[in-house]
């Protein structure tokens, strides 16, 4: 069973960086599609961007490209994603999630069954 487990998290102001990592267990299988996701209080959860763990193939929301970066690091299981410029609108809660299959039309998050607990990251003015 796969299991995902999200940290890095952490409060910062306007223009700073975060690196949350998603450290995942209980696959290996290299098709399997690992997602980034947020949610702020009272909105629904949006996607952040995905990566494709066998190909490294990355696609990004609108709003996120060029803020944020998608990695792997195969040794340890682990995918990062590296959040710059943060804007105080992109304070939320973060989550990984992970799907058996391609990445490539899979944005929403009822295409992925598996989530992590989430990880807060807090932008302010």
């Known amino acids: 069973q796969v299991h995902l487990e999200e940290s890095g998290g952490g409060s910062v102001q306007t223009g700073g960086s975060l690196r949350l990592s998603c450290a995942a267990s209980g696959y290996s299988d290299s098709h399997i599609c690992m997602g980034w996701f947020r949610q702020a209080p009272g909105k629904e959860r949006e996607e952040v961007g995905r990566i494709h763990v066998g190909s490294l193939t990355t696609y990004y929301e609108d709003s996120m490209k060029g803020r944020a970066a998608l990695s792997r690091d195969n040794v340890k299981n682990t995918v990062y994603l590296q959040l710059n410029s943060l804007k105080p609108e992109d304070t939320a809660t973060y989550y990984c999630?992970?799907?058996?299959?391609?990445?490539?039309?899979?944005?929403?998050?009822?295409?992925?069954?598996?989530w992590g607990q989430g990880t807060q990251v807090t932008v302010s003015s």
């Open positions: 999630a992970a799907r058996s299959g391609p990445c490539w039309a899979a944005s929403k998050p009822a295409e992925f069954s598996v």
